[in-house]
């Protein structure tokens, strides 16, 4: 099911690449949309990038506290890392386009996170 959520919500954006759910606990990515063509090498690197940017229960993020999202913009690719509101280490890691819809993509991926982290 987590599969075809995250299928979904890429087959919305077009300049949505890859999407990845991610546990920051142990700082594995779990699943990833079936499209991804992301070795795990490279998935390695963007949990590592989410627990850096949003920080977990052992480390703060790059700020003084946790953070609910982040964004890095390169020229070439927008990665978002979302957190999860009721599990904190439930992140949802998105590589797009940097000409993405970012406020839709935004309003879907959320609830999305949501839906996942809580198992329904």
Do not use: H, W
Request: hydrophobic share 40%.
């Amino acid at each position: 099911m987590v599969v075809e959520d995250l299928d979904a919500l890429q087959g919305k954006f077009d300049g949505c690449e890859t999407l990845a759910f991610a546990d920051l606990s142990t700082q594995m990515i779990l699943v990833t949309n079936s499209d991804t063509d992301y070795r795990r090498e490279a998935l390695d690197r963007l949990c590592a990038e989410a627990a850096l940017a949003l920080g977990t229960k052992k480390k703060l993020a790059m700020g003084d506290t946790t953070s609910s999202a982040a964004f890095i913009a390169t020229k070439g690719q927008l990665r978002i890392y979302l957190r999860a509101t009721g599990e904190p280490a439930d992140v949802l890691c998105c590589v797009c386009k940097p000409d993405m819809d970012v406020a839709s993509f935004l309003s879907d991926a959320r609830p999305c996170l949501e839906k996942i982290s809580s198992g329904t």
